[in-house]
């Protein structure tokens, strides 16, 4: 073992590397500043797109709530005779309900394109196509919902509904 003098035992190695440190940073407290700088803006974007991202999603989905709803209303007579169905929506013929479903499921797939429930719109934009008898658009918009990966039941449903 080597011997140690009394003047090496006094030195502190924690205290050297902490005076480096500051020395170090305070010779180069431009670029310090510039990097904090760009971490605190890179932060503050990530937050701005995480907070812009959930917002569009819920208003995506109260959109889709809406469309659904319409899509399952009560047609003619039923809806005002039967006292047991509460809808929002209620239409006179099974055309005109389909309409009103598709034009609202057509503007949640142009106003929140890449969100899930525009995912959803398009399958039942889909299926409101086929049902209005316009086989053409109703293909292009099962077509389209496929796009999701085959872990959705979306391209399952929509693969089946285009077989058919």
């Not at 057509?106 to 525009?118: C, F, L, M, R, V």
Request: aromatic share 10%; glycine share 4%; with cysteine.
């Amino acid at each position: 073992m080597t011997k140690l003098h009394r003047k090496e035992l006094k030195q502190d190695e924690v205290r050297e590397k902490i005076s480096e440190a500051v020395r170090s940073v305070s010779l180069h407290s431009r670029e310090v500043v510039y990097i904090i700088a760009l971490v605190v803006a890179v932060a503050l974007v990530a937050m701005g797109w995480f907070y812009y991202e959930k917002h569009q999603e819920g208003k995506s989905q109260l959109a889709l709530a809406t469309a659904l709803k319409k899509l399952d209303a009560p047609v003619g007579d039923a809806a005002t005779t039967n006292p047991n169905v509460k809808s929002e929506f209620t239409y006179k013929t099974e055309s005109e309900k389909y309409t009103a479903a598709m034009k609202d499921f057509e503007q949640i797939i142009k106003d929140y394109g890449n969100t899930p429930a525009s995912e959803i719109a398009r399958y039942q934009a889909g299926v409101c196509a086929y049902y209005l008898g316009d086989m053409k658009k109703a293909e292009s918009y099962l077509k389209e919902s496929t796009r999701v990966s085959d872990r959705n039941v979306l391209y399952y449903l929509s693969r089946i509904a285009l077989a058919n």
